[in-house]
């Protein structure tokens, strides 16, 4: 069983900063890319920031220069620093990591329970 929990989500005044983890849990091999999504109200899910193993990292156009993606992998757990948040940052937080559970295992996508962010302004 593998679980990804989050937290560190909020509510924040518009140019405020916060700070998102997540932690892998359980029977866990590998894990591959991870990454955080983010799904606003009425709207699709989309990808904010995603970091490979190896930390190559990889970012959504409206969030570059303000979010930084990070990981420790000795602690299967991957952060988002999210500096200078406007309103439309207001979403449910989502990580997601590819995991493998064993060698002769494919790797899955696993998801968090999600965090919500609420940035007022």
């Known amino acids: 069983q593998v679980q990804l929990v989050e937290s560190g989500g909020g509510l924040v005044q518009a140019g405020g900063s916060l700070r998102l983890s997540c932690a892998a849990s359980g029977s866990i091999f590998s894990i591959n890319a991870m990454g955080w999504y983010r799904q606003a109200p009425g709207k699709q899910r989309e990808l904010v920031a995603a970091i490979t193993s190896g930390g190559r990292t990889n970012y959504a156009d409206s969030v570059k220069g303000r979010f930084t993606i990070s990981r420790d992998n000795a602690k299967n757990t991957v952060y988002l620093q999210m500096n200078s948040l406007k309103p439309e940052d207001t979403a449910v937080y989502y990580c997601?990591?590819?995991?493998?559970?064993?060698?002769?295992?494919?790797?899955?996508?696993?998801w968090g329970q999600g965090t919500p962010v609420t940035v007022s302004s």
């Open positions: 997601a990591a590819e995991i493998r559970i064993a060698p002769e295992h494919y790797e899955y996508d696993y």
